[in-house]
C-alpha cells in the first residue's frame, strides 16, 4: 500500500454569540439552529469514517501476517470508542434533562430563547460542573490509552482550561458554556461537545489503524466541513477568530487554505485568523481550501462564515 498523508477537511468559526444579548431575533435563532444542524450532519459522517476505520481493522485481522500488531492496537482503538461512545451517550441525556426542565403539559416543545432554564440545569443543578468532570476524565483516558497517542496527538482531548483549582475551572467552564445562554444555544452547545468527541474517536481510532501498517493509510476520499459559530452577533471592536484545521483526508500535498482573500499558513496543521469587528453591520468571510483529492484532481472547496457586528 501507498504511504499517503490523509486529512479531513473543517472550519471552526469561534466567536462569543450564544451569550449575545439579542439572540431572541428570529435570525439569531435561525443561525443557532442551522449550526446544530450541521454539526449533527457532521457527526453523522463522523461516525460513518469511524466505521469504515474498524471495518479495515476487521479486514486485516483476516490476514495473519498482522495477528501480533492488530492484537495490540484494535484493542486500543475499540477502547477509544467505547469511551467516546460513553461520554456521547451521557451528553444526549443532558439534552434530555434540558428539554425534560422544559416540558409543559407533558410536551418535550420549548422555548428557545428561555434562558433561566439552562442556568437551573447546569449551575444551579450542577450539571454543567458534572460535564467539566466527564470531558476532563475523557481526556485523561484517550491520551494514556497508549504512549504513541500521547506523544502522536498533543491535540488531541478536548480543549479544556486547567490553568486554576479544579473548582475555579469548573465555574469558569459553566460560566463561560451556559450562563446567560438560551435554550437553543444550549443544545446546539452540546451537539458541538459531541461533535469534539468524535473527531477525537475518529483520529485516534485511525491512529491506532495506521501503527498496524507500518505508515500506511486508510483512504478517506470524501470532505467533511464543520462551521461552529457560538454567536450570531458581537460588538464593534470585538475580535473574531476563525481557525481552519485538517484532519485525515488523502491527499498528495497539504491544502492551501485561504481566509478573506489571504494565503493562512498551516501551524501544525492549522491555520488561524483574527477579524476586528469595526462598523456594524452584516459581514461575509470567504474561505477557500485547494488540496490534491485521492484520484490526483486539484480541488477548490469554497465556504463562507457570516457574522453580524451589533449597532
Known amino acids: ?31 443557532i439552529d442551522s449550526l446544530n444542524k450541521v454539526l449533527l450532519r457532521s457527526n453523522c459522517s463522523l461516525d460513518e469514517d469511524t466505521r469504515h476505520i474498524f471495518i479495515a481493522f476487521q479486514n486485516k485481522r483476516e490476514d495473519h501476517i498482522y495477528d501480533t500488531i492488530i492484537a495490540t492496537w484494535q484493542p486500543n482503538a475499540l477502547l477509544i470508542k467505547k469511551l467516546s461512545d460513553s461520554i456521547s ?12 426542565a422544559e416540558m409543559k403539559n407533558g410536551s418535550l416543545s420549548f422555548n428557545e430563547t428561555n434562558r433561566s432554564t439552562p442556568i437551573k440545569v447546569f449551575i444551579t443543578n450542577g450539571n454543567g460542573n458534572s ?29 479544556l482550561d486547567t490553568t486554576g483549582t479544579e ?19 444550549a443544545l446546539a452547545q452540546l451537539t458541538n461537545f459531541q461533535n469534539q468527541v468524535k ?12 501503527e498496524t ?19 450570531s452577533c ?8 476563525i481557525t481552519a484545521g ?33 462598523k456594524p453591520g452584516k459581514y461575509t468571510v470567504p474561505i477557500t481550501a485547494q488540496y490534491v483529492d485521492g484520484h490526483g484532481v486539484i480541488t477548490k472547496e469554497p465556504l463562507s462564515v457570516q457574522y453580524e457586528v451589533e449597532k
Open 234 to 241: 458581537v460588538k464593534a471592536g470585538e475580535k473574531i477568530k
Open 89 to 100: 451517550t451521557y451528553i444526549d441525556s443532558l439534552k434530555l434533562v434540558l428539554q425534560i
Open 167 to 185: 473548582e475555579q475551572n469548573k465555574t469558569k467552564f459553566t460560566e463561560t458554556y451556559f450562563s446567560g445562554t438560551s435554550m437553543a444555544g
Open 246 to 278: 485538517l484532519f485525515e483526508f488523502s491527499v498528495e500535498q497539504s491544502p492551501i487554505i485561504t481566509i478573506n482573500g489571504k494565503n493562512v499558513p498551516l501551524v501544525d496543521g492549522i491555520a488561524s485568523y483574527t477579524i476586528t469587528t469595526n
Open 131 to 159: 460535564l467539566y468532570k466527564k470531558l476532563r476524565q475523557y481526556n485523561y483516558a484517550i491520551v494514556n490509552i497508549a504512549p504513541q497517542l500521547k506523544d502522536e496527538f498533543v491535540d488531541l482531548s478536548i480543549p
Open 213 to 231: 501498517a507500518g505508515g500506511c493509510n486508510l483512504a478517506v476520499e470524501k470532505t467533511s466541513f464543520l462551521v461552529n459559530a457560538n454567536t
Open 1 to 31: 500500500m501507498q504511504n499517503n498523508q490523509k486529512f479531513i477537511l473543517f472550519f471552526i468559526l469561534v466567536c462569543t454569540l450564544l451569550s449575545c444579548k439579542n439572540n431572541s431575533n428570529p435570525k439569531d435563532l435561525a443561525l
Open 199 to 210: 473527531i477525537t474517536e475518529k483520529r485516534g481510532a485511525d491512529f491506532c489503524l495506521r
